[in-house]
């Protein structure tokens, strides 16, 4: 005798195909996405940091207001804008938020200088990226600063030149900006000679832009 085929019921039938529907939708996208990244593998990464980006630049946007009078001073001792101080300040170490103030490349302080370029180049063993094996007294020492070429800069007056002194770091970026084109108005090549990447001039000019937009809209008021 033959075995009877059974065959589903009509409340089987539809609970099968109200799984597989979602089932069906996930595989489509995910075959979508697949293929739109073999064809333009730059598209989804490109959003992706475009995501990114936006986030980072408008997270922490405000200005603190105690740091306004450093930026001022050390803006108008070098003859550059305060904003652009602010807008290095802020990429740099978010307004000294970042913990430890030190990078992997070994960049040290508020402002995030290589120590070579704090105390000089042309100091014994500075080459490469510009972390040289420079011993902390004369790291800070104004002195042993100008003799060998370097940009720190005694901010608060204590007889020191200290990348971890917020007012020396400010001083010292201001001193550099100037001597990098800022003073002369060639604001975006003295932030290239700060970093060489064009990523980190799009975003301090950015932030620039966007301080100097709010000091038009406070004069205006």
Not at 129 to 148: F, M, Q, R
Request: charged residues 25%; negative net charge; hydrophobic residues 40%.
């Amino acid at each position: 005798m033959k075995k009877k085929k059974r065959r589903l019921t009509a409340k089987a039938k539809l609970l099968l195909i109200a799984l597989l529907v979602p089932v069906s939708a996930v595989l489509f996208t995910l075959t979508a996405i697949i293929w739109t990244t073999l064809r333009h593998p730059s598209v989804i990464q490109k959003s992706a940091s475009t995501l990114i980006d936006l986030h980072d630049r408008h997270g922490g946007l405000t200005i603190p207001d105690e740091y306004i009078p450093i930026y001022k001073a050390a803006a108008d001792e070098y003859d550059i804008p305060w904003t652009l101080l602010a807008a290095h300040h802020r990429v740099e170490t978010r307004f000294s938020t970042m913990d430890p103030l030190l990078s992997p490349t070994g960049a040290e302080g508020h402002m995030q200088f290589m120590p070579c370029t704090f105390v000089g180049w042309s100091y014994p063993g500075c080459s490469g990226l510009g972390k040289g094996d420079i011993p902390e007294k004369d790291k800070t020492d104004p002195a042993i600063i100008a003799e060998y070429g370097g940009y720190g800069v005694d901010g608060s007056g204590d007889g020191k030149a200290d990348p971890f002194n917020l007012e020396d770091a400010i001083f010292s970026a201001a001193n550099y900006l100037s001597k990098s084109g800022a003073a002369d108005g060639h604001i975006e090549k003295a932030i290239y000679h700060y970093n060489h990447s064009d990523k980190y001039v799009e975003d301090v000019l950015w932030f620039f832009d966007e301080y100097e937009a709010q000091q038009t809209k406070q004069a205006k008021k």
